[in-house]
């Protein structure tokens, strides 16, 4: 159990961020142990001869590889420096992981386990030249394994962003911290995250709190409690659908409406929300809109209320096309 401090001061600094980085450490360990992450099987399946291929996942020359245990080994901290903001840039965050000062380096990888093998020791040796062969090989990583996914990645975390704005601003922090995860929970003046093997101590009274959604650190959450601000990465809803094909339309109902807008309605098979249209067809949160404005005007997509959610649905009319275009 890891108890992050968070008086009434502190509770007016927790902010929400975008990661690059945390993507690709919670991403290397769902390929350090893909059981553990079910939901991300087909990816870990289609990326995995990748990075193979560029030597990334080699045990004795991978230093990313051997930088990032699998769950729940310690994650060194350094990894993933506070993120700035909601727009992620993975060159400014790799900018920041090779300025990490020797000292913090070599402080973290004393506490990794059992001996170590060549490549950190080359790390701890030198810092600055091995902080910098990590960076190349984050980079590497990220054109091979996240880059062709980041649009679809991205419309997830963006759309979790919104929803808890929303649930923040109704029922508080309080409303929005003990809703995040089954782990996290706020208590009096602290969060507490139950972690095992943590080696990160108490934060009595830290600097704030950055909320990252994270897709691949489903289905657990990871903190750190270290350096002036506190950080925890927790799954993103809608990670379940990531991976899901985007719906195909029959071609003939293509050919009359156009696929973008064929698509939407053969995605419609019940109620669904601009993000989650957005979703399952690939297509972006515009798209979807600008689409569901021309098929509501053709009368073959109503709009309703349900909630604090507005969901589209397929009229009589379209189910009719649909069927015969079958």
Known sequence: MVAIGLSAGAVARVRFALSGLWEVMAGVRVLRDPGRHAIHLPWAA???????????????????????PPAPGYLPDFLTPPP???????????????????????????????????AVTALYADPVTGLARLAAEIDAYWRLAVADDW???????????????RRMAEDGTAGLLNDLHELVRWEGDALLVSQRHCPAP????????????????????????????????????????????????PDALGAVLGRGRARLLAALDAPRSTTELARRTGL????????????????????HRQGRSLLSSRTAVAEALLGASA
């Open 46 to 68: 289609r990326v995995r001869p990748r990075l193979a291929d560029a030597g990334l996942l080699d045990p004795d020359t991978g230093l990313l590889w051997r930088l990032v």
């Open 84 to 118: 700035a903001g909601l727009d992620p840039d993975l060159a400014g965050e790799l900018a920041t992981l090779r300025a990490t000062r020797p000292e913090v380096v070599r402080a973290q990888l004393d506490l990794l386990p059992g001996p170590r093998p060549a």
């Open 151 to 165: 649009p679809r990645i991205r419309a997830v975390l963006d759309a979790e962003v919104f929803h808890r704005a």
């Open 202 to 249: 108490d934060v009595p009274e830290g600097g704030g709190l950055v909320l990252v959604p994270s897709v691949f650190v489903w289905p657990s959450v990871l903190s750190i409690a270290a350096g002036d601000v506190s950080q925890l990465a927790y799954p993103a809803r809608g990670v379940g659908t990531l991976w899901e094909t985007p719906v195909r339309a």
């Open 284 to 303: 972006s949160p515009a798209g979807v809109s600008q689409h569901l404005t021309s098929l509501r005007a053709a009368g073959l997509v109503v709009t």
